[in-house]
Every structure is written in C-alpha cells, then in structure tokens.
C-alpha cells in the first residue's frame, strides 16, 4: 500500500511575481542597446551603475581594522549607539521626547522590518476604534498592503494623488482624515511620497497636524528618504519633528537603504514615542518580546557602518556631502528632462509636475496605454502607472526618454 504524504501543497496557488521584479527581469533580458530601466527604486549613477557612497567605503575599512570587533549577536533590540543616533537623526537634537526618555528604538531589517514591527505592535496592542484598520494613502508603496495584511489589520485607502492635477488632492486627504473614526491610524509618507514624489507643503503639513490632533489620529510615519530627497536632512525630517513637537501619539519608521545606499545590508528603525517613561518601558518590552520571536537579533554589520557615520562628526559631514550628490543629480535629470518637454520638443500638456515632485520617483500622469507603447516600442520599462525612477535617467539617456515619452504623448510612437 502507498504511504500518503501528510501534505503535498496541491491546494496552495501560484502567487504572480512581484511587478517590480518582473519588470527588471524583463529589462535584463533585453537586448535592445539604449534601454532604460525606470522601474527600480535604488538610485544610479551617470552610468547607469550601483554607487558605494565614499563615506561607507570609510567606515567600512574603520571597521576592517578594528581590533576589538567581534561577531557576536547584538542584544535583541539592536546597536544602542546605531538606534539613539538614529532616532536623534529623524527626531532631532532638540526633541523633548528623546530628551524626556519617551522614545523607544528598536533596529530591524530596513524599512521593510520596520513597517512590520509597527503594525505587528499596533495590531497586538493598540485600542483600535472599531475595526483593526489603517489609512493608507492612494496610491501607497504597495508593500504597506501586505505588510498590514498579514498582522490582521485591513489596510483601507485615502484620496492623495489628484491626476487633474498632477498633484496632492488636499481636500480629498483632509476630509478623509476628517470623516475617519477617532483614534484611527493615518500610514504617512514623511518626504519624497512613494510612489508619486508629491509632498504636502509644510502649511499644509501644519493644517493635517491640527485635525490629527483633534481626532486623537495615530501617525504612522514612513520615512524611506530623509536626505534623500532635498539633499537636506533636517528640511526631510521637518514633518516628523513637527508632528513629535505638538504631541501626536506616532511611530516612525526609518530606513538607510536610500540614503547610505546599503540597500542589502537593510538597516532600518523604529522608533514609537511614548507619552511617558513608564509607558516606553512597558513598550519596550513588548517590543523586545516580538522582535525576538521573529529575527531574534539584528545583524550587526550595517548598523555599524551608519553608527560610525552618524556619531563621527567628520563622517557625518562627510555624508551630507554624498547625499547632496545624489539628490542633486536627481534634481538635475527632473529639469533636464522638464527644459526638453517643454522647451525643444514642447510637448503637449503641462509638465511643470516633473520640478515640482520630490525624492526619486515621479508620476509622470501618462496613462497605462501611453506606458505599456513606452515598455514595448521604445525599450524604455516603466510601471504601467506611468511612475518612473528619476535615478535611471542620466545625461546619456534622457534625451532619448524624452524623445521617446513625447512620440507617446502625440501617438506617434
């Protein structure tokens, strides 16, 4: 008689591959010699290539030489002088939280980790209003869905991106939040909004706050880009720090994927403010207790390599130098690409929206039948939501893209 397996997965179904990676497989596959990959979200140089920032490449061989350095496991809440610096980088020197002991600062694995272990506490312990529930903006990273998913919290949408505009629906985001239940829970993009690169002006910033606060809303910052975006990290870390400054119940979560570049080394923070001591250490706890069910510690080797950026002060300045590089040179493909619409091949529509968005990726508010002639007639890989990463553009293939999305635009292409 044959012996029947306990489980043979027969039932289980086929899950579709990630767009993002399947849109690069397709590229690589692509032999076409002026191919563009606008789809991946990790900054580029002027030839197309991954870049170690000369700061990382610094602290890196600090490291290498270091006599004392073991590899033994980091305590479960990781690198004590990687997560306070960290969270004096988003909260800032002047936070009465940090200073007042109310912040607990947990590392994970990048922002990725850090968005799970926000949700996963909330989940466990927030008093949600009804509805385990959270806001998330429309369109978001289209991890957050997962990610809340899969602690038991129902991910709804609300209004942000207007494609009149090209722009922030203002009104449609503030009667959401207006509208929404008391206490619920607003996911917000801190700068360089993923995936539109549309950023509230820091007026409107203000005005959220206020009916935050009057609706006793928790804040779930996400903040992928501090740096990243302007070239400035106090300009990038405004929204946060305004947010803590008033008192806003909030967690946020800190990724140096982008801005250290160590995009797999996945360093990453949470950080939740308490509105006591007691409270965070209670917190604390909990949040120790789930981290060590699911990774049981951090690995050490980013958090180190930051740590050293972030407490050597001429490492430090070192490293505002390179992400003012990188974000210059994003800032330079947004007008470069803007002056050849606009000014050589004036193309139809207003494409004012390419200088205004922020950070890496930019909503360029063509359709998905304008997007799809782009990826299949002109090689250029682009999302069908017509997003593309700024940092895959380069002063040898934006003219091309230009020329490209213009013939797209008329139907010529």
Not at 113 to 123: D, K, M, R, T, V
Not at 171 to 189: I, N, Q, Y
Request: glycine share 8%; charged share 20%; with cysteine.
């Amino acid at each position: 008689m044959a012996t029947v397996a306990a489980e043979t997965w027969e039932q289980v179904p086929l899950a579709p591959p990630d767009s993002i990676f399947k849109l690069t497989a397709a590229y690589k596959a692509d032999t076409f010699p002026q191919k563009i990959n606008l789809g991946v979200g990790a900054y580029r140089d002027d030839d197309s290539k991954p870049w170690v920032l000369p700061v990382v490449r610094k602290a890196s061989e600090i490291l290498l030489h270091d006599p004392d350095l073991d590899h033994e496991y980091l305590p479960i809440t990781g690198l004590p002088d990687f997560t306070s610096a960290a969270a004096k980088l988003i909260l800032g020197g002047q936070s009465a939280a940090l200073a007042e002991g109310r912040v607990v600062s947990v590392q994970t694995i990048s922002g990725t980790g850090a968005n799970h272990l926000g949700a996963l506490f909330l989940s466990r312990y927030y008093r949600f209003n009804g509805e385990k529930k959270v806001y998330l903006s429309d369109p978001t990273w289209v991890n957050h869905f997962a990610i809340f998913r899969n602690v038991g919290v129902n991910p709804v949408t609300y209004p942000y991106y207007d494609p009149k505009t090209i722009g922030l629906d203002y009104a449609g985001f503030t009667k959401a939040l207006e509208d929404a239940p008391e206490r619920s829970v607003f996911l917000l993009h801190s700068c360089a909004h993923n995936p539109t690169g549309v950023d509230p002006t820091q007026e409107q910033w203000k005005a959220i706050c206020e009916i935050v606060i009057r609706k006793k809303h928790y804040a779930f910052f996400d903040t992928a880009y501090q740096g990243f975006a302007s070239g400035d990290l106090d300009r990038d870390g405004w929204a946060v720090r305004y947010f803590a400054s008033k008192g806003v119940p909030m967690l946020v979560c800190q990724s140096f994927a982008k801005n250290a570049g160590l995009y797999g080394e996945r360093v990453g923070a949470l950080h939740l403010i308490s509105p006591t001591k007691e409270a965070k250490d209670r917190v604390g706890s909990q949040m120790s207790v789930l981290q060590r069910s699911e990774i049981s510690n951090p690995p050490s080797y980013g958090a180190r390599v930051v740590s050293l950026i972030l407490n050597r002060p001429e490492l430090f300045e070192e490293w505002k130098g390179d992400i003012k590089t990188m974000s210059g040179r994003i800032i330079e493909m947004r007008k470069e690409l803007h002056r050849l619409l606009t000014e050589e091949l004036k193309t139809p529509g207003n494409w004012d929206h390419i200088v205004k968005q922020i950070g890496m990726f930019s909503f360029t508010g063509i359709n998905e039948g304008q997007s799809k002639a782009l990826v299949e007639k002109a090689h250029v890989y682009l999302t069908p939501n017509g997003r593309i990463s700024m940092a895959g553009l380069n002063t040898k293939n934006v003219r091309y893209f230009a020329e490209a999305l213009d013939k797209a635009v008329r139907g010529s292409l």
